[in-house]
């Protein structure tokens, strides 16, 4: 069965901490994403990546950086959590040239206190 | 106007019902469009994949698109309660990598025993 496992389903940081969020797929997919979601605004697309070493911004890149150094593994760190970085975060990946929409990850619920 | 407007609901139907869930977009270039199912605190999951206009029936449920009215539509027969959940649409223009998928934010339904 095909997946993309994150490797928290819940963390609790403090305000300040480095936080980095894992992100492993076994699709042999190009293309991998970052979203967080919240109630009433959606899926809000924060990074994306189409090869290693390759990210482009998404809508609301601040306070994120992205490392893609194997085409399996994409990572969303958070440089300084702040309170309104709670939120559950979601990656998800496609394959390139192919349009069978994309396989999410069960999402990383991220409390910053 | 927003690419993608998809009523947040919630909706509530009696198991059984005849379930319609719909989306409006505003870019005349999206060509694939996809519905994702997504449990409580769970990832989305791909449910319907259709490109163009037209209908495309999987068991209970239809999707089906209007390009001309830019409408597209899910129809969920007899309802289960298990059917309750948060139900995206997603669309995208391009064939390949380039272009990503634009997401509505979610009608959250809800089937009653």
């Known amino acids: 069965d095909v997946k993309v496992t994150q490797s928290s389903r819940y963390l609790v940081k403090r305000t300040g901490e480095k936080v980095f969020l894992e992100c492993v797929q076994d699709?042999?997919?190009?293309?991998m994403f970052w979203y967080r979601q919240d109630p009433g605004l959606g899926l809000r697309l924060i990074y994306f990546s189409y090869d290693v070493k390759m990210k482009e911004k998404g809508d609301i890149p601040e306070g994120y950086s992205v490392s893609r150094e194997k085409k399996e593994r994409f990572s969303l760190i958070l440089e300084s959590a702040s309170t309104n970085q709670t939120s559950m975060y979601l990656c998800?990946?496609?394959?390139?040239?192919?349009?069978?929409?994309?396989?999410f990850g069960s999402g990383t619920r991220l409390t910053v206190v | 106007q927003k690419e993608v407007e998809q009523d947040p609901g919630p909706l509530s139907v009696p198991e059984g019902a005849i379930v319609s869930l719909n989306c409006t977009y505003s870019?005349?270039?999206?060509?694939?469009f996809m519905w994702y199912r997504q449990y409580s605190r769970k990832g989305p999951e791909l449910l319907m994949y259709?490109?163009?206009?037209g209908n495309k029936e999987d068991g209970r449920f239809t999707a089906q698109v209007d390009k001309s009215s830019k409408y597209i539509s899910l129809f969920i027969r007899d309802s289960q309660p298990s059917d309750s959940a948060t139900y995206l649409c997603a669309m995208k223009g391009s064939f390949g990598s380039q272009g990503n998928l634009i997401f509505g934010k979610g009608t959250k339904l809800s089937v009653k025993p």
């Open positions: 259709t490109y163009s206009s």
């Open positions: 699709m042999d997919h190009e293309n």
């Open positions: 998800a990946s496609s394959a390139q040239g192919l349009d069978y929409g994309y396989t």
């Open positions: 870019n005349s270039a999206f060509q694939y």
